[in-house]
């Protein structure tokens, strides 16, 4: 069974950047589309960005558009978000799906203040 643990979260200024990382373990991711996602308390979880499996395609959300990006390493069973000029609405725990079969990571909090 695929695991898949994200790391790189933490407090970060407005303006900053921070790089996610979600690790799969237990299988290979790819064969797989995959996504991170991201939800604050009370809302629903949405989608950040997407990835196809040979890393060829990618979908942003617009209000990341141009400062988030999504990569993928096969060799290394890794998905990484780089995620630049970040902003206090960016706040959010972030989470790594391997979209088919659906498997979620348990999520990295990010927060962005001042």
């Known amino acids: 069974q695929v695991q898949l643990v994200e790391s790189g979260g933490g407090l970060v200024q407005p303006g900053g950047s921070r790089t996610l990382s979600c690790v799969a373990s237990?299988?290979?991711?790819?064969?797989?589309?995959m996504g991170w996602y991201r939800q604050v308390p009370g809302k629903v979880r949405e989608l950040v960005a997407i990835?196809?499996?040979?890393?060829?395609?990618?979908t942003y959300r617009d209000s990341v558009k141009g400062r988030f990006a999504i990569s993928r390493d096969n060799a290394k069973n890794t998905v990484d978000l780089q995620m630049d000029s970040l902003k206090p609405e960016d706040t959010a725990m972030y989470y790594c799906?391997?979209?088919?079969?659906?498997?979620w990571g348990q999520g990295t909090q990010v927060t962005v203040s001042a």
């Open positions: 799906k391997r979209e088919q079969p659906s498997r």
């Open positions: 237990g299988g290979t991711i790819s064969g797989s589309t």
């Open positions: 990835i196809s499996s040979n890393g060829k395609y990618t």
